[in-house]
């Protein structure tokens, strides 16, 4: 299976940065990664799918980027509801998760 | 719009069995695959496996072959997994999917005796 490595675990950040969280794959992955954002008791909430296309629905200051196996999302300015942990997925072969980035604000 | 409405939360002893409900709507339901995710605090998200909704067939992570079975009801639109075999290990929350955009509510399973 694809191993996924996200990175950092924990972003402390303050309102209005610009904060980019990484996930890596152990393999190239074509593209094929999506980015969650999960808040403390509900489900997971797609942001992002195929490494740069938002999903409707969600601000313009969510986006991503990469290619092969190295990946990001940045959001642009950070905002006190994006507190929550943020989760990568390929789906280029057997679907495998990141272990999640939490991000806090400062 | 899609909802997938999962039932409700289980409480199971080691050994026994569980067999949850994904209720799904605004949508053809045999349009698209539903998949089955694991949550754990642990282990984090695991991706169980999948069912085509409209022949049935399935296909599982191995890790969970012998441990989960994945089924459909055309008929009322709602997918199944049954659990067996339970250990405390098992204990998690349990989410269906549906084009990994849409995601039920979650049910909580704990087993524990």
């Known amino acids: 299976d694809i191993q996924m490595t996200q990175s950092p675990s924990v972003l402390s950040a303050s309102v209005g940065d610009r904060v980019t969280l990484n996930c890596k794959a152990s393999?190239?992955?074509?593209?094929?990664l999506n980015w969650y954002q999960q808040k403390l008791g509900e489900a997971p909430k797609l942001l992002i799918y195929n490494t740069n296309n938002l999903q409707t629905g969600i601000p313009s200051r969510f986006s991503g980027s990469g290619s092969g196996t190295d990946y990001t999302l940045t959001i642009s300015s950070l905002q006190p509801e994006d507190v929550a942990t943020y989760f990568c997925f390929q789906h280029n072969s057997w679907p495998t998760f990141g272990s999640g980035t939490k991000l806090e604000i400062k | 719009q899609v909802q997938l409405q999962q039932s409700g939360a289980e409480l199971a002893k080691p050994g026994s069995s569980v067999k949850i409900s994904c209720k799904a709507s605004?949508?053809?339901?045999?349009?698209?695959?539903i998949s089955w995710i694991k949550q754990t605090t642990g282990q984090g998200l695991e991706y169980i496996g999948y069912i085509n909704t409209g022949s049935g067939g399935t296909n599982y992570n191995e890790k969970f072959k012998g441990k989960a079975t994945l089924t459909v009801d055309k008929s009322s639109s709602t997918a199944f997994m049954q659990l067996s075999s339970l250990t405390p290990d098992d204990s998690a929350v349990y989410y269906c999917v549906v084009v990994t955009a849409y995601w039920g509510q979650g049910t909580l399973v704990t087993v524990s005796s």
């Open positions: 605004g949508y053809t339901f045999t349009s698209y695959y």
């Open positions: 393999q190239n992955i074509n593209k094929y």
